[in-house]
Structures are given as structure tokens and as C-alpha cells.
């Protein structure tokens, strides 16, 4: 090996060393919150306000893990947000496939029409049809009620665009050789054009269980009964106009955290997989 491969070989181990520490550090930086999250959740309000930016507890308060459960129904408003977050994930999973696959296949008078007032809708920022949806479900009678909670949410703009441009880039010739041997359209969408969205459908289904796992705004305004509330409208009674009791808070924020990082080892590969292959032809 002459002398300029060796410069070549030392300048490529010195740029994937400054790579790995660059990408080390990006890590650090990304995971730091959830670290200082897991140590205040096992120390005292006085060692936080004393130390707060230290990780290291100067003692430990496991009892922050059990308390959460007597200051507020927890194991109700854990459910809460489990049926909420749940229903509301696979309902869009059904209904945005549906929409997506019309929109994808079928000609009909309007379809065009129909896709840019999707696409206009993404545009609206949520806060803006608070009210109206509000007083809608007031009048109807659901605030306070799981179906007021949920129907609002059960669909929404972005899913339906997404399973349109996965459902776009299929190809057509699996559809006809279905209608051929006769399958009906609903045959034809459930037997094989949905189990060929899959990654699509489970990636849109993943958004919404995050989106609504965590959402405060929504819960806080559509419900008031403490048993009706979700863990994070329930978690945000503990800041306080003047004190905020940061170790239970960070105890139940754990706590709440546990199951999305369960079902997203769970289906990662897939999401990853519907994320890089929509909208490809």
C-alpha cells in the first residue's frame, strides 16, 4: 500500500470516528429529557427545586410511582386513554382506507373536487374548528361521553391522503383479475387491496394512536368529569397555579410512556417500512 492510500484509508477512519462521536452526541442530546424524566420521577419536590438539573437523585422517592394512583384515578383515566387512543387508531385504519381506496380507483363525478377539500382541510389549523365541534357535541349531548371523545377524531385528512398515494401506486391488474373471476368490490378491498396496504394502514394507525395517546387540548375541553379524562388531561392537574408537584408528574408521564414504547418495538419494521414505500410507483 503506497503512501496516498494510506492518507486516503486514515482521512476515511478520521471522518467515520467524527461521524460516530457527531451521531453519539445527536443521541445524548435526544435522549437527555427522557433520562432527567426517569430520575425525577424517583426524587422528592424538595430535591428537584434544590438540584433540578442534576440526574442523580440525592434520595429516592419510589412512593412518587404509588402515590399517582391515590391523587387521581389513574387506572380509569389509563383506560380512558386506551379506549380513546384505540378506537380512534383503528377506526381511521377502516374508514381513511376506504376513503383513500374511492379516491385511488374509482371515477366519479366530483372525486378531484372532493381530494382538494382534503387537502385544503390539512391546511386548517385544529384549534380553528374547536368551537364548532364543541358546541355541535354540546348540543348533541356527548360532551362528557366516550362517543364525543372519539367520532370527532375517528378520521382525518391526513390518513386519507396517505392510504390514496400508497392505494395509487398498486397496480391495477390485481383489482381486475379479481373483478374477472367475478369478486365483488368489497371482496376485492378487504380480501386484497387492504392486506397489501398493510404497512400503510398500520403506519396511519400508529399516528393516530400517538397523536391521541398524548393529545391534552382535545380531552381537556371536550371532558371535565375527572373519571371521563384522559392521562394526559388527568396528569395536568398536578401544575398547580403556584406549585407544581413535578415528581408525580413525571412518575405518571412515565407510566403513560410505557405502552407507546411497547407497541412501537412491536411494529417498528413496519412502519418504517409504509413510511419509505408510500406514494413509490
Not at 476515511?12 to 461521524?19: A, E, I
Not at 368551537?131 to 357535541?137: D, G, K, S
Request: hydrophobic residues 55%; contains cysteine; glycine residues 6%.
Amino acid at each position: 500500500m503506497d503512501e496516498s492510500d494510506q492518507r486516503i484509508r486514515r482521512s476515511r477512519d478520521v471522518g467515520t470516528f467524527l461521524l460516530v462521536l457527531l451521531l453519539c452526541a445527536a443521541v445524548f442530546v435526544t435522549v437527555l429529557p427522557f433520562l432527567w424524566m426517569l430520575s425525577a420521577s424517583v426524587r422528592t419536590q424538595g430535591d428537584l427545586m434544590a438540584h433540578p438539573t442534576t440526574l442523580l437523585p440525592t434520595e429516592f422517592a419510589w412512593e412518587n410511582y404509588t402515590e399517582i394512583w391515590r391523587q387521581i384515578p389513574f387506572a380509569r383515566q389509563l383506560l380512558n386513554t386506551a379506549l380513546f387512543a384505540g378506537t380512534v387508531a383503528v377506526g381511521s385504519v377502516l374508514l381513511d382506507a376506504m376513503a383513500g381506496y374511492a379516491l385511488a380507483r374509482f371515477a366519479f363525478p366530483g372525486r378531484t373536487a372532493i381530494f382538494v377539500i382534503v387537502l385544503v382541510t390539512l391546511m386548517l389549523p385544529p384549534q380553528v374548528t374547536l368551537v364548532p365541534v364543541y358546541n355541535l357535541l354540546s348540543e348533541l349531548g356527548w360532551v362528557d361521553t366516550y362517543q364525543g371523545l372519539i367520532v370527532p377524531r375517528v378520521a382525518d385528512a391526513f390518513g386519507i391522503f396517505f392510504m390514496r398515494q400508497f392505494f395509487l401506486a398498486l397496480p391495477m391488474d390485481l383489482e381486475d383479475a379479481a373483478r374477472i373471476d367475478g369478486s365483488s368490490e368489497l371482496r376485492i378491498f378487504t380480501r386484497i387491496m387492504l392486506p397489501l396496504a398493510w404497512p400503510a394502514a398500520l403506519t396511519i394507525g400508529l399516528f393516530n394512536l400517538l397523536a391521541n395517546w398524548n393529545d391534552l387540548l382535545w380531552p381537556l375541553i371536550v371532558t371535565s368529569d375527572p373519571d371521563m379524562r384522559t392521562l394526559p388531561a388527568g396528569l395536568a392537574l398536578f401544575k398547580g397555579e403556584h406549585v407544581t408537584n413535578y415528581g408525580l408528574l413525571m412518575a405518571g408521564s412515565v407510566l403513560a410512556l410505557l405502552p407507546m414504547m411497547v407497541a412501537f418495538l412491536f411494529v417498528q419494521r413496519r412502519f418504517v417500512n409504509g413510511i419509505a414505500t408510500t406514494g413509490i410507483k
